[in-house]
């Protein structure tokens, strides 16, 4: 059974960091591409970052230079580092298995990430 738990969210002000966590199990996690995404209130999910198993990354341009995407293979777990945080990047922050045929246990539940001016 697939499972995707993201963690590290939380209340922080405009300027700091957060370090979000999602830990998978139920797959072979070091072949699979991972991806956060989040969606604002009131807004459609949009894409954050993607990280494939050979560890090549790519993130939105509203995020280069603030945000880094990273993985622990042995820990079956991706990273999302968020520096610089702005009260746009408010929003709940999911992880998610980059597959096709996508399923909804590829997606985990979000972390809510709010940032405070």
């Known amino acids: 059974q697939v499972q995707v738990v993201e963690s590290g969210g939380g209340l922080v002000q405009s300027g700091g960091s957060l370090k979000l966590s999602c830990v998978v199990s139920?797959?072979?996690?070091?072949?699979?591409?991972m991806a956060w995404h989040r969606q604002a209130p009131g807004k459609q999910r949009e894409f954050v970052a993607r990280?494939?198993?050979?560890?090549?990354?790519n993130l939105t341009d509203s995020v280069k230079g603030r945000f880094t995407i990273s993985r622990d293979n042995a820990k079956n777990t991706v990273y999302l580092q968020m520096n610089r945080l702005k009260p746009e990047d408010t929003a709940v922050y999911y992880c998610?298995?980059?597959?096709?045929?996508?399923?909804?246990?590829?997606w985990g539940q979000g972390t809510q990430v709010t940032v405070a001016s």
């Open positions: 990280i494939t198993p050979g560890g090549n990354t």
């Open positions: 998610n298995i980059v597959r096709w045929p996508s399923d909804k246990d590829d």
């Open positions: 139920g797959i072979s996690f070091s072949f699979a591409a």
